[in-house]
């Protein structure tokens, strides 16, 4: 399903950062009847200035298409007592919002309260990006976004703990930055940015990695955990990430679809009864969520840059796996044949970027189009710089630049990425970038993923019309794994 977290979905938002003391925030689960019920939610400020008419905060009423929660009894207090609120809602595309914003200005320290509640899945229902709050035998999952509130940029000492005392002896609580309480410093962004797990949690876990699931499935989920936990640690190592923390969780969904979505130093992949799981059908996806969490561009508006981060993350599921030993030749060749088939044979594959963006909740079909356009065109970024200098600079060398950029605070956008593809190599892609942009036709390059991987036109059928269409077969000189060439 792809990236989701904050820097792909930064909300508008006053751009003044307020420096705190602490933030300190309390996560109270309650069981009913055999599941979790209800969450309280306090937030605690020092320091928190805002005034009359500002907006003490906002809560994610949805995301995509997906129910995010409502702050019920909502309550704010200061050192003078109740703060009254007035409230507001609006519908920034893809999000919905409700708004509070204070009637007085505040006082000294600051308690905001208030409680969430699980989703209620309907029968219509089907799989999306896991954003939403939601209850499975024994616990529940959760991405940040749907229980925090959203205060603004606000940097200091967050503290979170968790109050189990409604809870069933032995339950835990866990975020991407720690397993039960704990405290960091930096933006309070990332924990709404995170996914959440809590209740009868069970976990194979490796200092900061850890994979986290609530129901037991019929599949080997601590081989998963093992293979994702080498994979972590080798693309960690290529992304020049220092940062120890990263956890996968793991939900059972109640559609005959599953997918997975990733957030900040954290992912969710999703089974069901229906479909077969096992590590071999799951490194993909497993590779591809992983890597969101280094790619990525400014996507403001919606959909602008989903072509980098969707194809960055297409990409390297498939080179890096490929490099490390992970996969085979073989494999690496059926995973790009598959999305040169879902592109080249996509009836919305001539839709401009943000055309497709904006119908890409409802029309499944343009929902895929950042995945095949982005990757084949990065595909052929890399073939192309690779020729301009000699092989001495590659693609690699632009998106780990681009990270760097990020890392010292730049925001980037799509012109970032054509300034560094020029700085690194003297090429102009602007026009390529264009016809990539607009959905115009361009053909998949030979040495794309690695250098003897050849392609080849052939004729396909659109998929759904039967109309007949170009697309592009992939094979290698020679399949044998031991025997093809590495890029390094």
């Not at 007592?81 to 519908?91: A, Q, T």
């Not at 699980?118 to 939601?134: K, N």
């Not at 109640?254 to 979505?261: A, E, K």
Request: aromatic share 12%.
């Amino acid at each position: 399903m792809g990236s989701i977290y904050g820097k792909n979905i930064r909300e508008e938002y006053t751009e003044r950062t307020e420096n705190l003391m602490k933030c300190r925030i309390c996560l109270k689960p309650w069981w009913e009847k055999g599941e979790i019920s209800r969450m309280d939610v306090t937030f605690s400020f020092d320091g928190l200035k805002r005034y009359r008419e500002d907006e003490l905060c906002r809560m994610q009423l949805s995301a995509h298409m997906v129910p995010g929660c409502d702050a019920l009894d909502f309550q704010a207090r200061d050192e003078l007592g109740d703060v009254d609120v007035e409230v507001s809602c609006s519908e920034p595309y893809p999000y919905r919002y409700k708004h509070f914003f204070l009637k007085r200005d505040l006082q000294g320290r600051v308690r905001v309260s208030y409680t969430v509640k699980p989703r209620p899945l309907l029968p219509t229902d089907r799989c999306a990006p896991y954003l939403d709050f939601r209850c499975e035998e024994g616990g529940a999952t959760s991405g940040g976004g749907s229980i925090l509130a959203i205060f603004g940029e606000i940097e200091g000492e967050l503290s979170l703990s968790w109050d189990m005392s409604c809870m069933p002896a032995g339950s835990r609580g866990i975020c991407a930055f720690g397993e039960g309480d704990f405290t960091m410093e930096g933006s309070l962004n990332r924990l709404r940015e995170c996914y959440f797990a809590l209740g009868q949690v069970k976990s194979v876990t490796s200092g900061d990695f850890g994979l986290y699931w609530i129901t037991e499935p019929p599949f080997d989920i601590r081989a998963i955990a093992e293979y994702t936990r080498d994979l972590f640690a080798k693309m960690q190592d290529f992304f020049h990430d220092q940062e120890s923390n990263y956890r996968i969780f793991a939900r059972k969904d109640p559609y005959t679809h599953s997918g997975g979505s990733a957030m900040e130093r954290s992912y969710m992949f999703g089974w069901n009864d229906t479909e077969p799981v096992s590590l071999e059908n799951k490194k993909s996806i497993l590779a591809h969520e992983m890597v969101h969490n280094w790619p990525h561009l400014c996507d403001e508006p919606f959909g602008i840059t989903s072509w980098y981060s969707e194809g960055a993350a297409e990409y390297y599921s498939v080179v890096l796996p490929l490099r490390m030993g992970l996969i085979s030749a073989r494999t690496a060749l059926e995973e790009i044949q598959k999305m040169t088939d879902d592109y080249y044979t996509n009836p919305t594959r001539h839709m401009e970027n943000l055309e497709a963006a904006g119908i890409c909740w409802e029309d499944r079909r343009a929902q895929k189009l950042p995945y095949g356009r982005g990757v084949f065109f990065l595909a052929n970024t890399d073939v192309k710089i690779r020729h301009a200098t000699r092989n001495k600079k590659s693609l690699d060398d632009v998106v780990l630049s681009l990270l760097d950029q990020a890392r010292a605070g730049k925001v980037l956008g799509n012109e970032s990425f054509l300034e560094t593809v020029k700085e690194i190599s003297g090429l102009d892609l602007t026009q390529d970038w264009e016809t990539m942009r607009t959905g115009g036709h361009f053909a998949p390059l030979s040495g794309g993923f690695r250098e003897d991987f050849m392609v080849t036109q052939k004729e396909a059928e659109e998929a759904g019309t039967g109309k007949k269409v170009v697309s592009y077969q992939w094979s290698a000189m020679d399949i044998s794994a031991d025997r093809l060439p590495q890029r390094l």
